[in-house]
């Protein structure tokens, strides 16, 4: 089959079209999203956005154009990195780009030490038996608690309990960019309070 006849039972929810099409593809967008660098994201991010840029080219490609589906989805992979990477270069982004991680660079819980002066005795396994009534760990100091929405408190259990953004979607109903948006604002307040 054609590419195009493959798009077009993608477009009508032929679910293995869209798979088909997604891993045809992919080396296209691996190679497009060498050539670009976003501010405060890994190779991964740019390829993810560039596998994005690819899906909607999937869902906006209109065959009644007499084109090609390669150029267009080159067009719209690289649209969607230049995007990306246009969207991370602005000033509105540089709280963002900067915030206070909750991890070391080797991954591992900052359980002691700094952390330690804002969320004593945070050790996963004590976070998860000590939860009150609003569902975050006793020991986090009520001057944290006060500062967050209750989008943030929510935010900030899931993590803490070890949950991945699509699971902390699900959980709080919401779209996983506000969930990453909300656990940037709670890693930004916690520095606050770390440098004060």
């Known amino acids: 089959m054609l590419d195009e006849e493959v798009v077009h039972l993608a477009k009508h929810g032929h679910s293995g079209a869209t798979e088909f099409l997604i891993s045809r593809y992919r080396p296209l967008v691996e190679t497009k999203a060498k050539a670009y660098f976003v501010i405060g994201a890994d190779r991964e991010d740019v390829i993810q956005e ?8 999937i869902r906006d490609f209109r065959d009644d154009r007499l084109s ?4 267009f989805a080159e067009l719209c992979v690289t649209r969607q ?6 969207t ?6 540089v709280p963002l780009n900067g915030y206070v ?3 070391r660079e080797r991954g591992e819980d900052l359980t002691d030490g700094t952390l330690m002066d804002v969320l004593p005795h945070a050790k996963p396994e004590i976070q998860r038996s000590t939860q ?5 760990p ?10 967050l929405s209750d989008l943030e ?4 259990k899931c993590y803490l309990n070890g949950l991945s953004y699509r699971e902390m979607s699900r959980e709080l109903a919401c779209h996983t960019k506000s969930i990453d948006n909300a656990l940037q604002r709670v890693k930004r307040k916690i520095g606050v309070l770390l440098r004060d």
Do not use: C
Request: charged share 25%; hydrophobic share 40%; net charge positive.
């Open 50 to 57: 560039g596998m994005i840029g690819l899906y909607k080219a």
């Open 68 to 71: 090609k589906f390669r150029p």
């Open 81 to 86: 990195i230049i995007t990306a990477v246009k």
């Open 88 to 93: 991370a270069t602005r000033q509105k982004h």
């Open 101 to 103: 991680s909750l991890h």
């Open 132 to 136: 009150t009534v609003e569902g975050l």
């Open 138 to 147: 006793a020991q986090i100091p009520d001057s944290v608690r006060d500062s």
């Open 153 to 156: 408190k929510g935010v900030l």
